[in-house]
């Protein structure tokens, strides 16, 4: 029998341009009709929550990406290969997560694997 699948956002991009002061007001406009969206107003999550540490961000984003995924500490384990102790360490802090793991799980969590670091 064939099950529901979760469909993944679309990939998108982020475009960074440098041009006459005078067109980017005609520029945006021509984008927004392409789908795409100004995000000039952002701001970086570690100044919107300004309660999480500089070392408690990755835990937070590893637990809530793993939430968001719907996976328990076993399955993420087995989809990243790393044993399920170390994700759980590293969810409340207690262990880095290092490059080579944060590109393990960005590839299982389906995400960027710079936010973990």
């Known amino acids: 029998m064939l099950e ?3 469909k993944h956002h679309t990939k998108t991009i ?3 341009l ?4 005078e ?5 945006t406009q021509i984008l927004k009709k392409l789908g795409f969206v100004d995000t000039t107003d952002s701001v970086p999550w570690r ?5 999480f540490t500089e070392e408690e961000g ?13 996976l ?12 399920q102790a170390h ?6 802090g207690k262990m880095p997560i290092g490059v080579t793991r944060a590109r393990r799980l960005g590839k299982a969590l389906n995400a960027g694997y710079k936010i973990f670091l």
């Not at 100044?47 to 309660?51: K, P, Y």
């Not at 328990?72 to 044993?83: H, V, Y």
């Open 23 to 27: 067109n980017a007001e005609k520029a």
């Open 87 to 92: 994700i759980s360490l590293m969810e409340r």
């Open 58 to 70: 990755p835990a937070v984003c590893l637990r809530a990406m793993r939430r968001r995924e719907g």
């Open 72 to 83: 328990t500490q076993k399955e993420l384990s087995a989809r990243a290969d790393i044993p």
């Open 18 to 21: 440098r041009g006459p002061a």
């Open 47 to 51: 100044d919107a929550f300004l309660e």
């Open 4 to 6: 529901p699948m979760k």
């Open 14 to 16: 982020e475009l960074h």
